[in-house]
């Protein structure tokens, strides 16, 4: 393995949010009065609808994770969520009338921690009741390698689920200990070995850098132990220190080497086949002609199942309440549990878009991907020029962030900048609702 060689970056790195969705959910606020589904979803086309189901449980909290889940759960919590989550299916299917899904994601948490038996009642809840049909749909799922065990594998790839993400960070035990997160390299080896056996169409490894300790050399060491086993997708996350998380409490002083691993992992990976689609995203080349949509449960249309879910209209987005401390988490997922079948057919927590949120929802959903943001298509959606709505954009040009004429695209420069240009198109307004939110 070859290490490219990279100059030392003259600026501070370049990171100051994953910006993945316009607004986040720390802008949502009690929705007065509440929004009946039935009203909210009207106007929407439904021909194509995106279903996201949400499981909040996991085997155990990373020190890195502010998700909205729960470690080490009880089996009679576990139960009741999928009881309430059954009784919620039913009713949001019937507000939404007239509706097709043509995309599933189900994620977490760690969704196959449920266990075979439980899953494959979750995947005919899918396809009974709302009426998702797999492998018709293209559907992904989040897996961990301790519960991808073979007995999951089966069920899943058995009942068409094309994708699965594994979540192993690193290849490194001393990195995800680094990470707060109590796995073993060895694990994610074995449960990669068992995935590729049980034929999934795709197949995408999530990976961590930033870590402390880890070094260019192990970062890349990682890459290649992940390339063995010829995934079609990789996801590269750079690591972020959030509050009310493990890692938060943990001081560190290591020197901020972000940018420089995005380089190398980046110039890696392209060097091995790999297409880049986004900061994150990088799809094997061979594998892009027969690949399904990309999975992006923040999408317009798109209908969310689970305490921690949210759902996408185009002026409204709505969810349950936001918290990442164990404390809150488990009083949201008691209030869900609790919750009557009448409850469930009305959004009570979430935020509105006006004409500009819409605007700037699009163009942060297209501007930071690789085939970026075409003029024309936001013309004729919303009646006028790109850079005359966000003049903000003019000054991104100027500074060589995105370039083109007809399409507007990330420049490399602008690529690994992806994280402090999403909050460069956040309102003002839109900023301080998210900046005030109470932090649970």
Known sequence: MSLPVLAEPAEEAPFDGY??????????????????????????DRRALFLYLHIPFCEMRCGYCNLFTRARPDGDEVSAYLTALARQARRVRAALGEAR?????????TPTMLGARALDGLLTLVEETMGARLPAVPSSIEASPGTADDEVLRLLAGRGVERLSLGVESFHDRELAALGRPERAVRAEAALERIRAAGFATLNVDLIYGIAGQTIGSWLASLERALAFRPEELYLYPLYVRPLTGLARRPSHAPDQRLLLYRAGRAYLLAAGYQ?????????????????????????????????????????????????GAAAVREIIGEYLARSDEEFDRATWGVRLDGGGQRRRHVLKTLLRTDGLSRAEYRARFGGDVLDDLPELAAMIGEGLIAGSDTLVPTERGLER???????????????????????
């Open 418 to 440: 992806s994280d402090v240009l999403g909050p460069r198109l956040v309102s003002a307004g839109m900023a301080t609702r998210m900046r005030t939110a109470e932090l649970r």
């Open 276 to 324: 880049q689609r986004s900061m994150r995203m990088f799809r094997r080349a061979d594998a892009a002609a027969g690949a399904g949509p990309v999975y992006c449960c923040a999408q317009d249309g798109t209908v969310g199942l689970g305490a921690g879910a949210r759902s996408y209209t185009g002026t409204l987005h709505y969810a349950d309440r936001y918290g990442v």
């Open 101 to 109: 899904f043509a995309r599933l994601a189900v994620g977490g948490g």
């Open 19 to 44: 910006t993945y969705a316009y607004p986040h959910k720390t802008a949502y606020r009690a929705l007065e009065p509440p929004v009946p589904l039935g009203e909210a979803w009207a106007a929407e």
